[in-house]
């Protein structure tokens, strides 16, 4: 299995999401986004991810 992006990774797997409800808060597709996870990402794309997530999390609150 791919570990690039782990942080990210259990982030939305630990969140109780679903890699294609992050997708779509992006604007992409849930196909798009596992190919983009494939390799590192860089800081401040990880910064605007787990901001999406975070963003997610409070909407369901």
Do not use: P, Q
Request: hydrophobic content about 35%.
């Amino acid at each position: 299995m791919n570990r690039n992006n782990k942080d990210i990774r259990e982030r939305i797997e630990g969140s109780g999401l679903r890699y294609w409800m992050v997708a779509d808060a992006l604007n992409l597709t849930d196909g798009n986004f596992s190919r983009k996870l494939r390799k590192e990402l860089h800081d401040d794309e990880k910064e605007m991810i787990f901001k999406t997530i975070e963003m997610l999390l409070s909407e369901r609150r």
